[in-house]
């Protein structure tokens, strides 16, 4: 028999040399083996070689699933939730075994919590992983935003993403969203959702204590630490993804949290931006001809004649300890190379690749030098802060560049330190 | 605090039990009477029964490169956690899922400095452990068991607290063996490699569950027989044999490294698996109240696929319902896993003896059979082997592998494991190849207590410098007409440790 006529979900018997099974068709990656569901729940594999014989018992159902039942609670806040794509929203394919994006209203089974705290109202502009986002995709969202933010039946906003690149969409969302009237709180998972010990039942349910706080900034919620029990309101321009797999994966690099929040109270830790009754104003005019390069030993400099040939009109330099790069004693000079770039209208930042810490160029002489070549230095600023900042300033023509990443707009050089 | 007393928690056990302990692990027989004197015509009832056994291997644990070591000291830190109700693979929540989080959500994990980010959840599991693998293959053939080619590690919803993830990773290896019995052949259905639990510590005030992570991911073999077993005496039998393959091969020895639950259903009735049998000798009651209670169910109609809970007095007590195909979605941090032809023939090629086996080989060395239970025991047949090229004395390798060290140990009142430490092989291989040249076999016992005392091997071979003749006959001239044996009792008191009383007897007889 055929056994290319199976599809995912068939009750199949399958007959070989050794034993006659029976059991549920699951898409295999192998095209030469038939992944088959057993009654006991396992799963195993069998080469298509070893077939003497199958037969389709039942066709394929489709999936009855559990579904949430939604009661609208007509004396809570109602919150929207604008889910992207990410961990928080996988969970395990039956058909194909991999792991794919949720239903929409999947996020709720995890945190039944949420519905105590507040209406969730779900939208989704688009799934993705966060590895695959672009900043059309931060404008994406931030029209979303704009237009929950301007209604007045919403009291707060929650954006679930995954972890990869969910500080860049915070800085976007935080330079995009001027005069914000109320708390956006973007959140996510490093456990998927189909797993009891999904960090993003704690963290759904803090982000919706945001969301209905007094509290009108952008702030990533997550665990403070490997406990299920605290989770952190952290700077949106402030904050970068700092391990690969923890729960705690997000830290808070050259500031402080905004708030502690727990699944039963927010408790503010600063003085914060509170809720405006005035209209936001979206600003989300963007240039992605930006680049993030980090300076190591001995690195040629001639990439900055790449991007300047390739119509780059900006870049952030992650440069070495208070502000160097490799300068007259090195065998790759980068003086010259960015002193003729910067002729050439690009504007070259610099960060401290050290992550933390703030820069300062007087201290050596290294840095003494770089500083005449017309270089900004951004302080304290996060590389990826400082990227994203970059591309929304060059994107608006009339601004004085330099001026403007200096500006400190959206909390992104800690006050103590911005002079 | 309430401490809890789990059948499968070792909570006596130190380190050193995990490692090489000499146990009868198996059911033991005592637990059965013939089933003429029984409360039950087991025929006529229609008793199936089948034994599910889990059996930790003795490497590092399944999903990262920990040690499986058991603690009792302090721990490092603490971690806090909420296990969630999750919908599965197929959409539904499984029931016994459902059961478990209507329970304690909240959980503290005690954490070592021999766990790492894989055993509180923290970071994806690694590759399966080969070694694992392979133990759980040479298993698997030794039950005459098909190995599946393609296998997927799958995830088993455990959300009682037991695993930090919410579930526990296990493979269906093989399938479809058999092992022999008196009565006939027993079927082996399934062999699953999987990582173990971790264990529970207390039940706390506020309703939270505290556990140790020591346990978690050590790999476990588990082997379900078909339910073809009809008496309790078959049970035992069964459970008797598959305890011997299971210790020929890299097991964990000592309390709680092997577990067995077993599967009960009358005719009429649903399966009920029961679990916890903390004291073997309770088996047989256990199952005829089981019966009792399975015969009210029929009576009544109210049989239900359960899990229950095997008590100290032989009754049970319901833990929750018996879990679904629901319950297992594959582990999407692994791809499928693939057993090749040349693994299969790998493992098959180097299969451990059983102890049966190996009791018919040292009989051929002329051991007697207290030495050679004693090596089984001991697991000590490759050390046995080993020793052979140094020495010809079969029986004298035999002890010092075995009662020497037990009388050492009682002597010097130290433990055991102290002193198999300080006789590995190779110091043994030093010693008994001195035999017949530097040394007596008389003296080998003697070495090896000096040693243990702190003597290097060349201090405590050392022949006494002592002039055992002139200071025998200094004796006898000082005081003459003494007995033999005073002279003997003056000469040892006066070199304590330093002669040998065979010596001192030879040289007084050749003077007397």
């Known amino acids: ?419 | 605090m309430e401490q809890i007393k789990e059948g499968k928690a070792q909570t006596k056990n130190t380190a050193s039990s995990v490692t090489r302990h000499p146990s009868p692990s198996s059911v033991n027989p005592e637990g059965f009477t013939p089933a003429s004197q029984s409360a039950h015509d087991y025929k006529k009832i229609g008793l199936k029964s089948g034994l599910e056994i889990h059996q930790q291997l003795d490497t590092h644990k399944l999903f990262c490169n920990c040690p499986s070591i058991l603690r009792n000291d302090e721990h490092k830190y603490e971690v806090k956690r909420t296990l969630n109700p999750v919908v599965g693979e197929t959409g539904i929540v499984d029931v016994a899922a459902k059961h478990e989080a209507a329970q304690n959500k909240d959980f503290i994990y005690q954490v070592y400095d021999t766990n790492c980010l894989v055993e509180i959840d923290e970071e994806p599991p690694h590759t399966i452990n080969q070694e694992a693998l392979e133990i759980a293959l040479q298993i698997a053939h030794l039950l005459n068991c098909k190995i599946f080619p393609v296998t997927q590690i799958m995830r088993k919803t455990v959300i009682n607290g037991s695993n930090t993830t919410g579930f526990q990773r296990t493979a269906m290896i093989a399938h479809d063996g058999y092992i022999e019995i008196s009565t006939g052949k027993i079927s082996i259905d399934a062999l699953m490699l999987e990582e173990d639990s971790a264990r529970k510590v207390s039940v706390n005030e506020d309703g939270t569950v505290t556990y140790k992570l020591d346990r978690l991911g050590i790999p476990l073999v588990e082997i379900a027989t078909g339910p073809h077993m009809h008496t309790p005496e078959e049970i035992k039998e069964a459970a008797l044999k598959l305890g011997e393959i299971l210790r020929a091969c890299k097991v964990k020895r000592g309390l709680g490294t092997i577990r067995q639950d077993v599967n009960i259903s009358i005719e009429g009735s649903k399966r009920v698996e029961i679990k916890g049998f903390q004291d073997p000798k309770m088996m047989k009651k256990t199952i005829d109240l089981e019966i009792e209670r399975q015969k009210k169910c029929v009576e009544e109609n109210t049989c239900q696929e359960e899990v229950r809970n095997a008590l100290p007095d032989g009754t049970t007590e319901f833990l929750r319902p018996m879990p679904g195909a629901a319950r297992m979605y594959p582990e999407t941090d692994h791809p499928l896993l693939k057993i090749s032809r040349e693994l299969m023939d790998r493992t098959k090629k180097n299969l451990p003896k059983l102890a049966s086996e190996h009791k018919s080989y040292l009989s051929e060395f002329g051991l007697n059979d207290e030495l050679i239970k004693l090596l089984l025991k001991q697991n000590m047949i490759e050390e046995f082997k080993t020793l052979l090229h140094s020495c010809d004395n079969h029986e004298l390798i035999a002890k010092t592998l075995t009662l020497f060290q037990k009388e050492i140990s009682r002597k010097e009142n130290k433990e055991l494991k102290e002193i198999n430490e300080i006789f590995d092989a190779h110091m043994l291989e030093s010693i008994l190849e001195k035999v017949g040249k530097d040394i007596s076999s008389n003296d080998v016992k003697g070495i090896m207590l000096k040693i243990v005392q702190g003597k290097t091997l060349s201090e405590a071979t050392e022949k006494s410098d002592v002039d055992l003749r002139g200071e025998a006959e200094k004796l006898i001239a000082e005081k003459p007409g003494l007995s033999q044996g005073a002279y003997m009792g003056l000469l040892m008191g006066k070199f304590k440790g330093q002669v040998s009383g065979k010596d001192v007897s030879e040289v007084l007889k050749k003077i007397l």
């Not at chain 1, 056994?3 to 018997?13: A, R």
């Not at chain 1, 993003?200 to 919706?208: G, R």
């Not at chain 1, 040939?309 to 065998?331: A, C, F, M, Q």
């Not at chain 1, 980068?334 to 209208?345: E, V």
């Open chain 1, 1 to 419: 028999m055929e056994t290319k006529t199976f599809k995912p979900g068939d009750k199949v018997k399958i007959q070989t040399k050794s034993k006659t099974w029976e059991g549920l068709v699951l898409e295999s990656h192998d095209s030469s083996i038939i992944l088959l569901k057993l009654k006991s729940g396992y799963n195993i594999g069998i080469r298509e070689g070893e077939i003497l014989d199958a037969e389709v018992l039942a066709k394929a159902e489709g999936i009855k699933k559990e579904k949430p039942e939604i009661v609208v609670d007509s004396n809570l806040p109602n919150v929207a939730l604008i889910i992207t794509g990410g961990t928080i929203s996988s969970r395990l394919d039956s058909k194909t075994g991999g792991v794919i994006g949720t239903d929409k209203d999947d996020i709720l089974n995890i945190a039944p919590k949420l519905k105590e705290i507040c209406n969730p109202i779900i939208v989704s502009p688009f799934m993705k992983m966060s590895e695959d986002m672009d900043p059309k995709d931060w404008i994406k969202i931030a029209e979303e935003c704009e237009k929950y933010l301007n209604d007045e039946s919403i009291s707060g906003i929650i954006v679930t993403q995954g972890t990869d690149t969910l500080h860049y969409t915070a800085s976007a969302l935080s330079f995009f969203l001027r005069n914000l009237n109320k708390p956006i709180a973007l959140t996510y998972s490093q456990r998927s959702v189909d797993r009891a010990s999904t960090d993003a039942s704690l963290n759904l349910v803090c982000a919706a204590r945001y969301a209905v706080s007094e509290i009108a900034e952008v702030a990533i919620v997550g665990h403070r630490d490997s406990n299920d029990k605290v989770c952190l309101a952290m700077p949106a321009t402030k904050t970068r993804k700092m391990h690969t797999s923890k729960r705690d994966a997000f830290h808070i690099i050259n500031g402080e949290p905004i708030a502690e929040i727990t699944k039963e109270k927010l408790i503010p830790l600063k003085d914060f931006d509170v809720r405006l009754l005035t209209k936001p104003k979206l600003d989300a005019k963007y240039s992605d001809k930006v680049a993030l390069v980090r300076v190591y030993p001995g690195q040629d400099p001639s990439i900055l004649e790449y991007y300047e040939k390739e119509g780059y009109r900006g870049i952030v330099l992650e440069t070495t300890g208070l502000g160097h790069v490799p300068t007259k004693d090195s065998n790759n000079n980068w003086l010259p190379k960015i002193k003729k770039a910067i002729l050439n209208g690009m504007t070259i930042c610099a960060v401290a690749g050290t992550i933390n810490g703030r820069l300062n160029p007087n201290v050596y002489s290294a840095g003494r030098d770089l500083q005449k070549s017309g270089i900004i230095y951004l302080k304290d600023m996060l590389a990826e802060t400082a990227l994203v900042k970059l591309g929304w300033v060059l994107a608006h023509k009339k601004w004085e560049v330099k001026e403007k990443m200096l500006e400190n707009i959206a909390d992104e050089y800690s006050p103590t330190l911005h002079n």
